[in-house]
């Protein structure tokens, strides 16, 4: 990105941040002019500090979190966790991240002198991105365009779509709605994309060795409701060397 327009995206991100940030804080502190200014000149070191490095630049905007410990929109649980991004075909590591599975992107914490702003980051520039050593990776060839964690990818390929969505209740007093999740995989087979919703829909894509694979579920005590995703990655295992 030019400077200028580096620039111009930083102000917008940063002026959104402290327009957020300092709205609660006004009415309830009487010191709101010393924040202010605490503030302007956070903006202008972070400015000058992205654009001096461009390697540090982030694109995205700016992120409000949402829900509670136990009832959230995020994959495995509502902490920050290690993982890393690629943006420009470089791999950076990020020690504060969430991935938003409502809104399908990943989520960084960025500290600056005590103040931490939750980012959104632009998934049309992050190709792929690692939360808790689980891979994600911007995937097109299917019906719902968007981040799938891949599982294997050899002769057959698998991944997983995690999903949630919020929905309000109408007896509810707080106005926070409840997360519901979903999750299906994408199969590779033969260049051949498939989707399957559950175990049976699986087997029928691995047809030619349903037999084998069903013998396999039972001598392995493989339990689908209880480890969807493990069960999933041992059976295309198993396809794969059935078929070598």
């Known amino acids: 990105l030019r400077q200028p327009m580096a620039r111009f995206l930083i102000?917008?991100?940063?002026?959104?941040?402290?327009?957020?940030?300092?709205?609660?804080?006004?009415?309830?502190?009487?010191?709101?002019?010393?924040?202010?200014?605490?503030?302007?000149?956070?903006?202008?070191?972070?400015?000058?500090?992205?654009?001096?490095?461009?390697?540090?630049f982030v694109s995205g905007r700016l992120y409000l979190p949402r829900g509670t410990r136990d009832n959230n929109p995020y994959f495995l649980d509502n902490e920050w966790k290690s993982g890393s991004v690629q943006f420009n075909g470089v791999r950076f590591s990020v020690s504060m991240m969430k991935y938003d599975l409502e809104i399908d992107a990943p989520v960084i914490l960025k500290v600056y002198e005590n103040t931490g702003y939750s980012i959104s980051l632009d998934k049309r520039l992050i190709p792929e991105f690692t939360i808790a050593d689980h891979r994600f990776v911007y995937f097109e060839k299917a019906r719902m365009t968007g981040y799938y964690e891949e599982l294997y990818n050899l002769?057959?390929?698998?991944?997983?779509?995690?999903?949630?969505?919020?929905?309000?209740?109408?007896?509810?007093?707080?106005?926070?709605?409840?997360?519901?999740?979903?999750?299906?995989?994408?199969?590779?087979?033969?260049?051949?994309?498939?989707?399957?919703?559950?175990?049976?829909?699986?087997?029928?894509?691995?047809?030619?060795?349903k037999p084998e694979l069903q013998q396999f579920i039972r001598a392995n005590r493989l339990s689908y409701i209880r480890d969807k995703t493990g069960t999933v990655l041992k059976l295309t295992e198993q396809y794969d060397m059935l078929n070598n």
């Not at 941040?17 to 200014?37: F, H, K, M, P, R």
């Not at 007093?173 to 979903?182: D, E, I, L, M």
């Not at 999750?183 to 030619?208: M, S, T, V, W």
Request: with cysteine; glycine share 6%; hydrophobic share 40%.
């Open 155 to 209: 002769r057959t390929g698998l991944w997983a779509k995690w999903t949630k969505w919020g929905k309000l209740d109408a007896n509810s007093v707080s106005g926070t709605p409840v997360y519901n999740s979903r999750l299906f995989f994408i199969i590779r087979r033969n260049n051949e994309y498939y989707e399957a919703k559950n175990l049976k829909e699986l087997l029928k894509i691995y047809a030619d060795r």
């Open 11 to 56: 102000s917008v991100i940063l002026v959104a941040v402290i327009g957020n940030s300092t709205e609660a804080q006004y009415t309830a502190c009487s010191g709101a002019d010393s924040i202010l200014e605490q503030h302007l000149l956070t903006i202008g070191k972070l400015a000058d500090r992205f654009l001096s490095d461009p390697n540090r």
